[in-house]
T-cell receptor, first 110, second 111 residues
Framework: NAGVTQTPKFRVLKTGQSMTLLCAQDMNHEYMYWYRQDPGMGLRLIHYSVGEGTTAKGEVPDGYNVSRLKKQNFLLGLESAAPSQTSVYFC?????????FGEGSRLTVL | AQSVTQLDSQVPVFEEAPVELRCNYSSSVSVYLFWYVQYPNQGLQLLLKYLSGSTLVESINGFEAEFNKSQTSFHLRKPSVHISDTAEYFCAVVNFNKFYFGSGTKLNVKP
C-alpha cells in the first residue's frame, strides 16, 4: 500500500520555467491538498480538492494552478516559476478527519 | 477565520524530562484539533487528534493533549521524553475540510 506518492522528489528550475508536481493516492480518498512548507511558517494551503473534477483556492494560491481529472491524482502546476516559490511541497489526502501526507517535493527556483 | 498559534519555535529539553508544547487556536465554530509530527526529511504523521468526547487524548507513544475550550488551547505534553522524540511538531485545526497549521515547534531532546 503506497499511500500518497509525490513526484518528483527534487527539482531545480530557472526563473520563468514551468513544471508540474504529481500527487497520487491509492486510498480512494475524496479530499486532496497541496501545501507548501517554509521555515518558521508551518504549512500553508495552496489549493485543495473535495472530489474528482473540483478544485478550490487555499491560503496562498497565487502563481499555482491545479487539476483533479482523476480521483487518485492531484496535479500542482507552476506556469512561470519565481524564486519565492522555492519551498518544500507536500501533497495530502484526508479521510475521517485525518491527513495522510506524501514525503514531499523540494523545489528550488534560481 | 481559523488560525493556530504555536508560541515556541524551539524547545530544548533533556532526556527523561517532561515537556509541554503550546498551541492556541482561534475559531468561530466548533473545531477538530490535531497534533502532527515531522521527523527529518519526512512528511507529517498524525500524532493524536481531538474530534469530540473526552477532552484528554493520548497517543501510542506517551504524548497527550488536552482540549480546553475556554482557553482555546490544545497543548501537547509528555511526562518523560526520549531522544527519539526529537522532531518538529505541528498543531492543526480543521474546519469544512480545510486544515490550518501552526508554524511548528522543534523539540530537541538532549542526552
Amino acid at each position: 500500500n503506497a499511500g500518497v506518492t509525490q513526484t518528483p522528489k527534487f527539482r531545480v528550475l530557472k526563473t520563468g520555467q514551468s513544471m508540474t508536481l504529481l500527487c497520487a493516492q491509492d486510498m480512494n480518498h475524496e479530499y486532496m491538498y497541496w501545501y507548501r512548507q517554509d521555515p518558521g511558517m508551518g504549512l500553508r494551503l495552496i489549493h485543495y480538492s473535495v472530489g474528482e473534477g473540483t478544485t478550490a483556492k487555499g491560503e496562498v494560491p497565487d502563481g499555482y494552478n491545479v487539476s483533479r481529472l482523476k480521483k487518485q491524482n492531484f496535479l500542482l502546476g507552476l506556469e512561470s516559476a519565481a524564486p519565492s516559490q522555492t519551498s518544500v511541497y507536500f501533497c495530502a489526502s484526508s479521510y475521517a478527519g485525518e491527513l495522510f501526507f506524501g514525503e514531499g517535493s523540494r523545489l528550488t527556483v534560481l | 477565520a481559523q488560525s493556530v498559534t504555536q508560541l515556541d519555535s524551539q524547545v530544548p529539553v533533556f532526556e527523561e524530562a517532561p515537556v509541554e508544547l503550546r498551541c492556541n487556536y482561534s475559531s468561530s465554530v466548533s473545531v477538530y484539533l490535531f497534533w502532527y509530527v515531522q521527523y527529518p526529511n519526512q512528511g507529517l504523521q498524525l500524532l493524536l487528534k481531538y474530534l469530540s468526547g473526552s477532552t484528554l487524548v493520548e497517543s501510542i507513544n506517551g504524548f497527550e493533549a488536552e482540549f480546553n475550550k475556554s482557553q482555546t488551547s490544545f497543548h501537547l505534553r509528555k511526562p518523560s521524553v526520549h531522544i527519539s522524540d526529537t522532531a518538529e511538531y505541528f498543531c492543526a485545526v480543521v474546519n469544512f475540510n480545510k486544515f490550518y497549521f501552526g508554524s511548528g515547534t522543534k523539540l530537541n531532546v538532549k542526552p
